[in-house]
């Protein structure tokens, strides 16, 4: 039986199908944007609080112009997403540059666009410098290796095995150097971990990193205007799970600020003050992540030593469940509360065993042309895709307030998988 919501059903989507044929990516634009507004409304108490939306979550033109209109920057990692966010329209301080083992020339263009570069690296100083210049602003992501442990986090792993991120030492070195190089505003990034449900986390990290603002403040005499959370709020994909609680989270880091922050007797303070502070996060997942499903149809039913059930998308449009073992709910359309008699696979084209959405998965008795839907895909979903073993990208579709449906980005043809051969 289905217990997690569509904003559709099987008679809307037999509709959209007859204009877009599946597999298609669609959005819910009013979603989106109700919960855009519950977490800014959340950390309204914080002065200047922004979410840098991660990009490579979802990087369509469309989705970046929503969020922007409920005050959302951007997070980018890559030349051709800071490109992307120039499109768009954003600009200056609107754009945080958070990257790792970074090509020089995407240095020259965030400096270009005036955004917040993060450094990874305290080696990436120089290489900054001579690509582009020493910026008036920088951000600095720490890793608190043994200081944290976020074992259990398959997707970042525990922080002394990530490679993000600098050494408690390697930050105040690079704060110091930064400090006499010119740079006149300080920012401190950390992220611990990925698709994390657990509350407490968040409260941690902004714990640790209030202290070391402390630090910073007090061993290099520098102010930091804001501390970036990073992204990494997690999910419920499983109907049994609860989302992350943003109201319990910011009313515990409002207590941290005011105790540790606003409080802090003036003597600890070496020259400088620590409020103003910013907090600023750079979520992708939470902002999209619940309002994308992966529309796909049934196309083979197969038994042999298991029961298959073939679609028409494949892990080319939605590599999490291969990559990762990630879980993604299933609803067959019509079926919502038909009985779960049956066992699965649910799997895709490609010629790997692991193009699979769904393993040993009970669901309703699914034949050929039923309507699957596959939920939770509106971050780290259609982005991910590649085009091995020939296969296409698909379309994504914004389903908008008013019902309507728009194309948002079309399907790729084979003409899209010669393009950039020459014969
Ligand atoms: C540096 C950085 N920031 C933000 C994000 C967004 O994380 P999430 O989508 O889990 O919020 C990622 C995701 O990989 C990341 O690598």
Known sequence: MNNKPLPFNKAQIAEIIKDYPTPFHVYDE??????????????????????YFAVKAL?????????????????CSALTELILAEKVGFSGEDIMFTSNDTPYEEFKKAFELGAIINLDDITHIPILEKAAGIPEIIC????????????????IGSPEQSKYGMTKDQLFKACETMKQKGVKRFGL???????????????????????????????????????????GIGIPYKPEQDPVDLNFISEKIKKLYDELMSKAPANAVANNQL?????????GRMVTGPY?????????????????????????????PAMYGAYHHETVLGKEDSPLTETYDVVGSICENNDKFAIDRKLPKIDIGDIIVI????????????????KLRSAELL?????????????????????????
């Open 30 to 51: 009013k979603a989106i944007r109700e919960n855009a507004q519950k977490f800014y409304q959340a950390f309204s108490w914080t002065p200047g609080f922004k979410n």
């Open 59 to 75: 990087p369509n033109p469309y989705i970046l112009k929503i969020l922007k209109s409920e005050g959302m920057g951007v997070d």
């Open 140 to 155: 600095f992501r720490y890793n608190p290796g043994p200081l944290r442990e976020h074992k259990g986090n398959i997707i």
């Open 189 to 231: 990034h950390t992220m611990i971990a990925s698709n994390e449900l657990n509350k407490n986390a968040f409260i941690e990290t902004a714990d640790m990193l209030f202290q070391l603002v402390k630090e910073i403040n007090e061993k290099v005499g520098i102010q930091i205007e804001f501390i970036n959370m990073g992204g």
């Open 275 to 283: 409020t103003p502070l910013k907090i600023v996060f750079e979520c």
């Open 292 to 320: 994308g499903y992966l529309v796909t149809t049934a196309i083979h039913t197969k038994d042999t030593y298991k029961k298959y059930i073939g679609v028409d998308a494949c892990m080319a449009n939605l590599m999490r």
């Open 375 to 390: 939920h939770d895909t509106g971050a780290h979903g259609h982005t991910m895709g590649f085009n091995y073993n020939g």
């Open 399 to 423: 389903l908008k307030p008013d019902g309507s449906v728009e194309q948002i980005r079309r399907a790729e043809t084979p003409d899209d998988y010669f393009a950039t051969l020459n014969f």
